[in-house]
């Protein structure tokens, strides 16, 4: 063996053994299968007990050996990088950033993303993945063909994606109280991201809501802790699954670190001003159960804590979230977020560095990031450490998902996007979501001598709206946008023989019918777009329940992606139900409305007498809410509500 492989070898071990170091779990959490440095149990050597490489292959580089432990691939990899090489991979992209492709190489991009809405012409998964692997193969070409990491926001769902199965938004699933039917709901997801080339979702939002004025409520599974943590290991584990470098793994996200959910008056990317024992106790568990389930990926919040911004709070993203909690995996931060911190840009930059942000989604002027970075750290104002500590953890999560082996799209399951099969669970969560709040006189189940059915209302017949935001486009949008079935065309499809179903958005004659379903509630949105003073219900649907229910027994379903303010609604229905973002299989609905299933959905969050009790959580003094957290109706409990 040469002097200088001899020499590589040494500086090899050195680097292995430090990550080996840098990666001592925390008591009580177990080192995770994706999170840790080795994801394959290793024979350890009978000498030094670190993990036995196999033998020496000369004629390949170690980091391009799939047999040699993560950590040995990682430190032979990061001593072949020059300092563009490795501050490149820590800059994530918009794809409509990137002009000419030859910059994914010339740079060394490490990761490009879709931002929501961001789609290739035509919006088909034969384009996506033609698009994805186009950007890996201008990757691949690089230098050292380091491949890049392809990240969207799959969080319902391969939701950008035309034709892709649309599951109910994290609220809908917090309602289940069905962690195994979240576990399957995102590996359904995985399944249809992965066909398209990508191996990477900006999902779970393990957001605790704790104030419905604020836009993305319905990204969270609920208000409590106890419901999000629920929800967040088994969420991890149907992205990620057992294996990374399996077939239809893809990373995860556990976003936003951290109380995002809890800011004053739930404004977006405002300010949660709580003690560190409110933190811990009711935003910080979900996240332990994250990373407990191997998250790979972290996404810091736009939010601040007590007037610091998170992404410039290295307390939080270092001590606590790194040292304290164990996690292994990278920080990435949020769509331009660091331009928010004060300062200049090369403050920007070196603030949310030094803090603990790995990976940043710039998302547009890249030169300019890679640049200043660089500059930063050559006037050592960023130590070397830290880049290779940032590189390190990116790397560790491109090994482990095998993207050096497998690059390109594995198309074999793109005809399975939004197959019966998908769209059959995705079905299952819509029924389980539903909460019934009120039932009059056991107006439901649907009786077979209801023979003439009005569907009114303006969320009744359209796909847009009861998928909400963050659907094809970032925001959503109301009209036939994918390819579903609506609340009206599930009751017209499950209607018995001889029952007559008809639509009218706002009914003009009233006459005839023996039964009228209201369907009501929000347009789509998503973000800050959301954030809502009042949570009122518009006059247009107020018109519509009272004209029906005043001429008919009368349903209401809410379509929302949050409590409204119902007082008025529930007195004049005989029966009403919380239906949040049902996502595109609105004949789940119907289902339960004929009785096939019964209701088993329980509030995720409080409902609200008045806009005044917000912020109204479980275990509040004084607690008084219309609903209680955890409240839920069915066919065989009482008919009436509290
Ligand atoms: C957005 C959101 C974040 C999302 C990211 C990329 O601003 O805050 O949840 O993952 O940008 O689309």
Request: glycine residues 10%; hydrophobic residues 40%.
């Amino acid at each position: 063996m040469s002097r200088k492989v001899r020499a590589r070898w040494l500086l090899i071990i050195m680097a292995a053994g430090g990550l080996l170091l840098a990666a001592c779990t925390w008591p009580g959490l177990e080192p995770s299968p994706a999170a840790t440095l080795t994801s394959q149990p290793r024979p350890t050597s009978p000498v030094s007990g670190t993990p036995a490489a196999s033998p020496f292959r000369p004629e390949l580089p170690l980091y391009r050996d799939p047999a040699q432990p993560v950590e040995v691939r990682v430190a032979d990899l990061l001593s072949r990088m020059t300092l563009d090489e490795k501050i490149g991979q820590m800059a994530l992209v918009e794809r409509s950033a990137i002009s000419d492709p030859r910059d994914i190489a010339t740079f060394g991009l490490g990761g490009i993303l879709s931002g929501g809405g961001s789609v290739p012409t035509p919006n088909t998964p034969s384009a996506w993945a033609d698009m994805v692997d186009g950007f890996q193969r201008a990757a691949l070409s690089s230098r050292l063909g380091i491949p890049i990491l392809y990240g969207v926001d799959a969080v319902h769902g391969h939701n950008n994606v035309v034709g892709a199965t649309i599951f109910p938004h994290n609220i809908g699933l917090g309602a289940t109280r069905n962690p195994a039917l979240v576990q399957k709901v995102a590996q359904i997801t995985a399944r249809e991201v992965y066909a398209t080339g990508i191996r990477w979702t900006f999902s779970p939002c393990l957001c605790v809501g704790r104030d419905e004025r604020w836009g993305r409520t319905y990204e969270c599974f609920g208000e409590d802790p106890e419901v999000v943590s629920m929800m967040a290991g088994p969420a991890v584990r149907g992205y990620q699954g057992p294996d990374l470098s399996a077939p239809n793994a893809i990373l995860a996200t556990a976003k936003h670190w951290v109380a995002d959910g809890g800011t004053q008056g739930g404004v977006d990317r405002g300010d949660a001003v709580l003690s560190e024992e409110e933190l811990r106790r009711v935003h910080i568990p979900p996240y332990v159960e994250a990373i407990r389930a191997g998250v790979g990926s972290v996404m810091a919040s736009f939010s601040s804590w007590n007037g610091t911004k998170m992404h410039g709070n290295p307390y939080l993203l270092t001590t606590v979230l790194k040292e304290e909690l164990g996690f292994r995996g990278f920080l990435v931060s949020d769509w331009g977020a660091i331009d928010q911190l004060p300062g200049d840009y090369a403050s920007d930059v070196r603030t949310a560095i030094n803090a603990g942000i790995d990976m940043v989604m710039v998302p547009y002027d890249y030169q300019q990031f890679l640049q200043t970075l660089r500059a930063e750290v050559q006037a050592g104002r960023i130590r070397q450490e830290r880049i290779d500590d940032a590189v390190s953890r990116i790397l560790i999560q491109k090994f482990a998902l095998g993207l050096f082996e497998r690059p390109l799209a594995d198309r074999s399951g793109i005809g399975d996007i939004g197959s019966p099969a998908h769209r059959e669970v995705a079905r299952q969560a819509v029924r389980e979501s539903l909460v019934l709040l009120k039932n009059e006189g056991n107006i439901l189940p649907i009786s077979p001598n209801r023979k003439n059915i009005l569907v009114a209302g303006s969320n009744g017949d359209d796909i847009g709206s009861q998928c909400g935001g963050w659907t094809i486009t970032w925001q959503g949008e109301r009209g036939d946008i994918t390819p579903g079935t609506t609340i009206y065309q599930g009751i017209k499809n499950l209607a018995p023989p001889g029952t007559q179903v008809t639509y009218a958005r706002q009914p003009v004659s009233l006459s005839g019918y023996d039964l009228g379903i209201v369907v009501i509630g929000e347009r789509p949105y998503a973000e800050w777009y959301g954030d809502d003073a009042d949570l009122e219900i518009s006059p247009e649907d107020a018109a519509a329940v009272q004209q029906v229910c005043d001429a008919m027994p009368c349903v209401v379903i809410l379509i929302s992606g949050r409590p409204m303010i119902i007082n008025t609604q529930l007195a004049q229905a005989d029966a009403l139900i919380a239906a949040w973002l049902p996502g595109t299989e609105g004949d789940g609905v119907a289902e339960v409305l004929f009785g096939r299933y019964d209701f088993t959905g329980k509030l995720p969050v409080s409902w609200p007498r008045s806009i005044d009790q917000l912020p109204l959580n479980v275990g509040d003094a004084g607690y008084d809410p219309l609903f209680p957290y955890g409240f839920g109706l069915s066919y065989s409990s009482s008919s009436t509500g509290p």
